[in-house]
């Protein structure tokens, strides 16, 4: 029987992404300037019972922040996916079923998060900075060196009603009060690829068409040392 080589064959596709938002703390510099620190607000969440595999909900100790659904709690190695959003002061978070047993006292921590629900586009670019460095070494060819590597983030969602994560956005476009906060983001990809970091928008183009549904673009660049890259996980194709 011939020998054949196994390769990695299936491509992967943008089924199961999920964009995530949040606002960043704030701090105030000098007379009534206000910046946004680039570290996301944390929280704990402690289970007040244990729930066994298969459950569809957990009991918690109140909820410091309303937590949108969607949101992945892990806890010691069980992660519980929120099927509805609990509102701050929440003791029962219902889930998708839990695919193992969580004790009592058990803890897991979140940034709370927004999704953009009506998320149909979301790309971080890379923008590659080189300088020339040729010298009298290089011969007829020429030699660069990367100084910078920025990300830029392009947008485009539906406008949904209650979509948490899109009001956020459409607030720091439009609200003075938002005017040049950051935010804070998460893109994940089912491969367990993400790409997070702390996002300036620079601009917005919201789109009215007549008997359409409205839509919303934006860009924003990546701030400095923020972004954060988790490549996907190794998968065996054995």
């Known amino acids: 029987m011939a020998l054949t080589i196994n390769r990695a064959s299936a491509v992967e596709t943008t089924l199961g992404i999920t964009f995530a938002i949040g606002q960043l703390p704030t701090v105030n510099v000098g007379n009534d300037i206000i910046v946004s620190t680039r570290t996301p607000n944390s929280y704990t969440i402690t289970t007040s019972a244990s729930a066994i595999a298969g459950a569809q909900s957990i009991s918690v100790s109140a909820t410091p922040v309303l937590l949108d659904s969607g949101t992945l709690l892990n806890f010691g190695g069980i992660t519980a996916t929120l099927s509805n959003a609990a509102p701050a002061g929440s003791t029962t978070l219902q889930t998708l079923p839990l695919p193992g047993g969580i004790g009592s006292g058990a803890t897991a921590t979140t940034n709370a998060l927004l999704f953009v629900a009506g998320c149909t586009e979301a790309v971080v670019s890379p923008q590659i900075k080189n300088s020339d460095t040729t010298n009298y070494l290089s011969g007829l060819g020429m030699e660069k060196r990367t100084v910078g590597n920025a990300k830029t983030m392009t947008l485009n969602f539906n406008l949904v009603f209650g979509d948490r994560g899109g009001n956020l956005l459409r607030s720091i476009a439009y609200d ?14 089912p491969s367990g690829e993400s790409h997070q970091g702390a996002a300036l928008l620079e601009t917005a183009n919201p789109t009215n068409p007549v008997q359409e549904k409205r839509t919303f673009s934006c860009t924003a660049q990546v701030q400095g040392a923020s972004y954060i890259y988790t490549p996907p996980t190794p998968y065996n194709i054995f």
Do not use: Q, T
């Open 176 to 189: 003075p009060n938002y005017a040049g906060l950051e935010f804070w983001f998460n893109l994940l990809f």
